[in-house]
């Protein structure tokens, strides 16, 4: 004989109450009707009374059963409710990133980032977002972003910044140019050339660092303001707008009637990649982020 009532029973018996028909509980159980019955029967012999009347006239609660109903429902909630309770405590505890990514290089280049991150903590919920990275700056020290994925130089002032990798600037021309026969050319070659050029609003240490470059070098073309959206920008080029000085990653975006070229001034022309936070920030996520980082780059540089 069974000593103790499952809540699951509870349950099928309550459907019953609800339907007062053992068919009908039965469909909305998603079972067939002779188990039903004979649950019904085990926590009849359980509780040591009889729940229900059934006869023609169809089937009604006795007494015991009004009482278990109302016993049964209570527990139910309360059951329910702890469920809620438990998942939404769960979920606050579940790991979340928060983390920028810079549109200026290609994201292809981090797809391999958050399968590694998931790979060692299946549960962590990572929140992206690309956009420029002074934005993400910005979000970082407002409390926005856990992290970001930024291009250098930019404004970091008291943020922790760890290098990760350099990538180089490469020369986007017209398929047309008059250079297009040469695998490297001098960024001087390009004086002559309307460049593409962000402008400083947008990134102003960018934008500083890169005019007091050209300057030493004597590179002082005519600009335009350089589009946001690259394919913007690659079908100008391709028009024969202009020329533009883009990160090599972007190469993998093919566009008809544009070609790359490499610069022989790549050493001082290219975008450090790091990963920015706030001092002091050392969560479970940050710290998972900054380590599967590393392992994939290597020692971060000063």
């Not at 943020?159 to 047309?176: K, M, N, Q, S, W």
Request: net charge neutral; proline share 6%.
């Amino acid at each position: 004989m069974q000593t103790r009532i499952e809540l699951w029973q509870l349950r099928y018996f309550v459907a019953v109450a609800d339907e007062l028909n053992f068919r009908r509980a039965a469909e909305r159980l998603s079972i067939t009707q002779p188990p039903l019955t004979r649950q019904i029967q085990a926590l009849e012999e359980t509780v040591g009374a009889q729940l229900f009347d059934r006869d023609r006239g169809g089937v009604r609660l006795t007494s015991v059963g009004q009482l278990l109903l109302e016993e049964a429902q209570r527990l139910l909630g309360d059951a329910d409710a702890l469920v809620e309770r438990v998942t939404a405590r769960a979920a606050a505890q579940r790991p979340e990133l928060r983390l920028g990514i810079t549109t200026v290089l290609d994201p292809e280049l981090f797809a391999w980032l958050e399968p590694a991150l998931r790979a060692r903590e299946p549960t962590l919920r990572i929140v992206r977002k690309r956009q420029y990275s002074q934005q993400s700056v910005a979000d970082l020290r407002r409390g926005a972003l856990d992290a970001a994925l930024i291009g250098l130089p930019s404004e970091t002032g008291e943020l922790t910044v760890e290098r990760l990798f350099v990538d180089p600037l490469v020369a986007a021309l017209p398929a047309g140019h008059a250079l297009r026969n040469r695998r490297r050319i001098s960024l001087l070659e390009l004086a002559d050339d309307t460049l593409f050029w962000p402008l400083r609003r947008v990134n102003p240490a960018y934008f500083d660092h890169y005019q007091q470059q050209f300057r030493a070098l004597g590179f002082e073309p005519q600009r335009l303001p350089e589009p946001a959206d690259h394919h913007v920008l690659l079908g100008l080029i391709a028009a024969g707008e202009g020329v533009a000085l883009i990160p090599a990653s972007l190469k993998s975006i093919a566009r008809n009637g544009v070609i790359y070229r490499e610069l022989r001034e790549q050493a001082d022309l290219h975008i450090e990649v790091a990963l920015a936070s706030m001092p002091g920030a050392d969560d479970t996520a940050l710290t998972l982020l900054r380590d599967t980082l590393r392992r994939y780059y290597g020692k971060p540089r000063a």
